[in-house]
Nanobody, 124 residues
């Protein structure tokens, strides 16, 4: 099993920034790509960003490119999501996910392990 723990969520004003982190523990040698998803109230979970096992490839949903940046620290099994110029519509629970495959994926079904989520609230 792999445990994923997110941190860094909170309340921020529109235009502000937050940095989310996700620490993986457990059988981490099997972790490859990692991703971030989010789910707003009354909406389906949606893809935010992903990063390959090497960190050399990143994937973003088009609408968030330029505002959100995903990075990872190899060897420490930590992945981060830097979120800038936040908007009220970014309000959601953000989930970290890991898949036992080298490349990232846009699809939640491709991920094997999930964190419990961290709330991000952007006020107008």
């Amino acid at each position: 099993q792999v445990q994923l723990v997110e941190s860094g969520g909170g309340l921020v004003q529109a235009g502000g920034s937050l940095r989310l982190s996700c620490a993986a523990s457990g059988r981490t040698f099997k972790i490859y790509a990692m991703g971030w998803f989010r789910q707003a109230p009354g909406k389906e979970r949606e893809f935010v960003a992903a990063i390959s096992s090497s960190g050399g490839n990143t994937y973003y949903t088009d609408s968030l490119k330029g505002r959100f940046t995903i990075t990872r620290v190899n060897g420490m099994n930590v992945v981060s999501l830097q979120m800038n110029s936040l908007k009220p519509e970014d309000t959601a629970v953000y989930y970290c996910a890991a898949r036992t495959y080298s490349s990232g994926s846009y699809y939640s079904a491709d991920y094997d392990f999930w964190g419990q989520g961290t709330q991000v609230t952007v006020s107008s």
